[in-house]
Every structure is written in C-alpha cells, then in structure tokens.
T-cell receptor, first 112, second 115 residues
Framework: DTAVSQTPKYLVTQMGNDKSIKCEQN?????MYWYKQDSKKFLKIMFS???????INETVPNRFSPKSPDKAHLNLHINSLELGDSAVYFC???????????FGPGTRLTVL | ELKVEQNPLFLSMQEGKNYTIYCNYS?????LYWYRQDPGKSLESLFV?????AVKQEGRLMASLDTKARLSTLHITAAVHDLSATYFC???????????????FGTGTLLAVQP
C-alpha cells in the first residue's frame, strides 16, 4: 500500500564511504525527485527525473549521482561522503502536470 | 532567483485560538503548495493553490493565494493540539502559469498548540 517508499530508513557511515539510497513509487507517476532536509529543517530540491530523463539538476556536488532505471524508481548514489552530507533525504513523486508531490518517509543519513 | 519566506518561524498558541501563517515569495508564480511535517516524519500535502484568489479549506485549516501580492496565508481556526507540527509553503519556480515542478520551500513554521 505504501505510495512512495525509501530504503534504508537510517544510514550511518564513515566519512569517505560510498552509499546509495533507493526510492520506489507505486502511484503511476512519471516524475520523481530527491530533496535534502538539513538540521534546520530547510528543504532543498536536488534532482528530478521525468520518464527516466534528468530534468532538474541543482547545484549539488558531483559526488551525488541520481539514477532512474525506470519511471517507478529513482536511486541516489553518494561518493566520498562528507560530514556535511548528514541530513534527511526525501524522495518524492508526482505527475508532470500540476499535481502535488508525494513524499517518501525519508532516509536519515549520518556521516561520522 | 525565487525566494520564499514564512513568518512566523515559531508559533506557540493556545487551544481554541485563531492564527495565520504567512508565506511571501519574491517572483511571479501562481502555483503554491502547503505541507505539514510531524517530528521525524515525512511531508504531508495539505493544499494545492493554482490561481490568484484560490481558497481551500480542510477542517480547521484554510489556505489562500494572492498572486499579485505574492502572498499565501494559512489560517488556523480554533486550534487543537493535534495541529502541532511544522508547516511549509512551497512555490513552483515556473513563471506566468508555466509549471516547472521545481518547488522552492519556505523556512517552515513550527506550530505548538498548548492546552
């Protein structure tokens, strides 16, 4: 029944490691997004994909690489993790028209 | 560049009282969204406002949009403890009716309703 799901829910890792977060939606949407929410709760869009095509690519370090194998999945791979990458990462999905964006439960990433 | 400001950042109110959260944005847009976030949880969509003068109501919450003033309000009527959460407005960065689906979020308003 889960509309937008993310794995893992928590991720604790050391600086310099590489990690991935996975997202899946079963809403039939054609657009998916990654957001970062920092410790002050500020939310900022990072990427969006529409039908597997990268649409929004904000000013994000190139250590972050999104990948969309199909329109129901969007993954985020992060290389050489840094302390400042610690945050909650939210995946979201929507129809490309005017629909609201539906958010996943979030992945809390802690870099030690 | 589109900037979105909310005020107040923190609102402590008593049950039964009314209050308004304001969302101002800096460039033309006519698509605005309100979300609620409970501590440690995801974002829940509350309202979608897609035109000037749009007003939506759900329970004790009412949202409105004035695109000419670049202002949206979220009005809380007779607050109850269950409304305690952080409320975000988000504005689509597209101009003149064009949707980009690139949402710029406000800073959030932490609402604490005291019994």
């Amino acid at each position: 029944d889960t509309a937008v799901s993310q794995t893992p829910k928590y991720l604790v890792t050391q600086m310099g490691n590489d990690k991935s977060i996975k997202c899946e939606q079963n809403l039939g949407h054609d657009t998916m997004y990654w957001y970062k929410q920092d410790s002050k709760k500020f939310l900022k869009i990072m990427f969006s994909y529409n039908n597997k095509e990268l649409i929004i690519n904000e000013t994000v370090p190139n250590r972050f690489s999104p990948k969309s194998p199909d329109k129901a999945h969007l993954n985020l791979h992060i290389n050489s993790l840094e302390l400042g990458d610690s945050a909650v990462y939210f995946c979201a999905s929507s129809s490309y028209s005017v629909d609201t964006q539906y958010f996943g439960p979030g992945t809390r990433l802690t870099v030690l | 560049e589109l900037k979105v400001e909310q005020n107040p950042l923190f609102l402590s109110m008593q049950e039964g009282k009314n209050y308004t959260i304001y969302c101002n944005y800096s460039t033309t847009s006519d698509r605005l969204y309100w979300y609620r976030q409970d501590p440690g949880k995801s974002l829940e969509s509350l309202f979608v406002l897609l035109s000037n003068g749009a007003v939506k109501q759900e329970g004790r919450l009412m949202a409105s949009l004035d695109t000419k003033a670049r202002l949206s309000t979220l009005h809380i009527t007779a607050a109850v403890h269950d409304l305690s959460a952080t409320y975000f407005c988000a504005v689509d960065a597209g101009r003149y009716g064009g949707a980009t689906n690139k949402l710029i979020f406000g800073t959030g308003t932490l609402l604490a309703v005291q019994p």
